[in-house]
């Protein structure tokens, strides 16, 4: 059997799509509300809702409690109940 020398990357590879495509800019030549750039959802506290459910998912994969916890503060959830 052949064995692959590349690591193991327990992050799904759409999250770190998601985390890169989704950034926010300003409208209005730059004065104006920000709005995610790839589907132009009004950027809130949290992000574009695509970028929260990356960051979620994320959080999920991490084995880490406290890259969780920075996670959930950055996201605003509890890990224990919901969004």
Same mark, same amino acid.
């Given at each position: 059997?052949? +064995?692959?020398?590349?690591?193991?990357?327990?992050?799904?590879?759409?999250?770190?799509?998601?985390?890169?495509?989704? +950034?926010?800019?300003?409208?209005?030549?730059?004065?104006?509300?920000?709005?995610?750039?790839?589907?132009?959802?009004?950027?809130?506290?949290?992000?574009?809702? +695509?970028?929260?459910?990356?960051?979620?998912?994320?959080?999920?994969?991490?084995?880490?409690?406290?890259?969780?916890?920075?996670?959930?503060?950055?996201?605003?959830?509890?890990?224990?109940?919901?969004?």
């Amino acid at each position: 059997m052949v +064995q692959s020398s590349l690591p193991y990357d327990p992050v799904p590879a759409s999250v770190k799509i998601d985390l890169e495509l989704h +950034q926010p800019y300003r409208t209005w030549l730059g004065l104006g509300r920000l709005r995610c750039e790839w589907c132009h959802h009004t950027w809130g506290a949290h992000g574009c809702p +695509q970028r929260r459910s990356a960051v979620k998912l994320l959080a999920s994969c991490l084995n880490s409690d406290s890259l969780r916890g920075v996670l959930a503060n950055l996201i605003g959830f509890s890990w224990g109940g919901a969004a």
